[in-house]
């Protein structure tokens, strides 16, 4: 299997997890330098990194290639790479808007289509998409983020649609706040106080715990499950208070070093 943005957080995990069911991994991103230490932590060379700067499509198409090349087949693929910026929609520079659009949106698309015609000939295959709650809710200021998750979760049911009768199931996860080094960075007491109220698990979820489904959509146990955005948010989404009062107590807020993520 193939996963992109794997050298932290989200993509990490999902690493780590297909490793440890004994699948071969090649864990793709823009730092080689901490895709090596990934590797390092897997034995039996189940795990080989392979960098790649999926700003282009060059790149994401090479990405796929090696990665076929270098396991002789691929029945997985992950599209996690992801980036973000902060800052207001009357602020949001070209450049941003399409570095954005680039990474989130089209290297998915550049990959699942060189992916897609690999996995028709060898008879099917398994692509995840990871989108985002922001697929269905505002969450400023990050309008080019929201932008392309959105799209992905609908670039996810149109390749499902047309590809499912090649036997090729397209599937997205949809994060809600996790721990990863790209968003504790800018946790203070007070957005813990005002993210975590709207989590009815009143956490942040863990980066394994994205991974879990994942490996679940990837697995024969969801054989007859395509073309779905799975929301794993703790609840978030599901509603709100609507007394303050009812609200059950926020935990402590307890620092955390994005380097350590």
């Not at 779905?228 to 009812?246: C, H, K, M, N, S």
């Given at each position: 299997?193939?996963?992109?943005?794997?050298?932290?957080?989200?993509?990490?995990?999902?690493?780590?997890?297909?490793?440890?069911?004994?699948?071969?991994?090649?864990?793709?991103?823009?730092r080689g330098e901490r895709l090596e230490e990934l590797v390092a932590t897997v034995p039996g060379g189940l795990m080989v990194p392979l960098v790649a700067d999926l700003r282009s499509p060059t790149e994401a198409r090479r990405m796929v290639s090696e990665a076929?090349?270098?396991?002789?087949?691929?029945?997985?693929?992950?599209?996690?790479?992801?980036?973000?910026?902060?800052?207001?929609?009357?602020?949001?520079?070209?450049?941003?808007?399409?570095?954005?659009?680039?990474?989130?949106?089209?290297?998915?698309?550049?990959?699942?289509?060189?992916?897609?015609?690999?996995?028709?000939?060898?008879?099917?295959?398994?692509?995840?998409?990871?989108?985002?709650?922001?697929?269905?809710?505002?969450?400023?200021?990050?309008?080019?983020?929201?932008?392309?998750?959105?799209?992905?979760?609908?670039?996810?049911?149109?390749?499902?649609?047309?590809?499912?009768?090649?036997?090729?199931?397209?599937?997205?996860?949809?994060?809600?706040?996790?721990?990863?080094?790209?968003?504790?960075?800018g946790w203070t007491p007070d957005f813990w106080e005002a993210y975590i109220r709207r989590i009815p698990l009143r956490r942040p979820a863990e980066p394994a715990e994205q991974a879990a489904v994942v490996l679940f959509l990837c697995s024969d146990a969801a054989?007859?499950?395509?073309?779905?955005?799975?929301?794993?948010?703790?609840?978030?989404?599901?509603?709100?208070?609507?007394?303050?009062?009812?609200?059950?107590?926020?935990?402590?807020?307890?620092?955390?070093?994005?380097?350590?993520?």
């Amino acid at each position: 299997m193939l996963v992109s943005g794997a050298s932290s957080g989200i993509g990490r995990a999902i690493a780590l997890a297909f490793a440890a069911e004994g699948a071969s991994v090649v864990a793709c991103a823009r730092r080689g330098e901490r895709l090596e230490e990934l590797v390092a932590t897997v034995p039996g060379g189940l795990m080989v990194p392979l960098v790649a700067d999926l700003r282009s499509p060059t790149e994401a198409r090479r990405m796929v290639s090696e990665a076929i090349e270098r396991l002789g087949d691929l029945d997985v693929l992950v599209n996690n790479a992801g980036i973000a910026y902060l800052e207001p929609f009357l602020e949001v520079s070209e450049e941003h808007w399409s570095e954005t659009l680039a990474v989130n949106l089209s290297a998915a698309f550049h990959a699942s289509q060189i992916a897609a015609r690999h996995m028709v000939d060898r008879g099917g295959g398994c692509i995840v998409n990871v989108s985002s709650i922001d697929a269905f809710v505002a969450e400023s200021p990050s309008v080019h983020y929201m932008a392309s998750k959105a799209a992905l979760a609908h670039l996810t049911r149109a390749i499902a649609f047309e590809l499912g009768h090649r036997g090729i199931r397209c599937n997205a996860i949809c994060p809600g706040l996790t721990k990863t080094a790209m968003t504790v960075g800018g946790w203070t007491p007070d957005f813990w106080e005002a993210y975590i109220r709207r989590i009815p698990l009143r956490r942040p979820a863990e980066p394994a715990e994205q991974a879990a489904v994942v490996l679940f959509l990837c697995s024969d146990a969801a054989s007859y499950i395509n073309g779905e955005t799975i929301i794993v948010d703790g609840g978030q989404l599901a509603g709100f208070w609507y007394r303050p009062e009812d609200e059950p107590p926020v935990p402590p807020f307890e620092p955390l070093d994005p380097s350590a993520l």
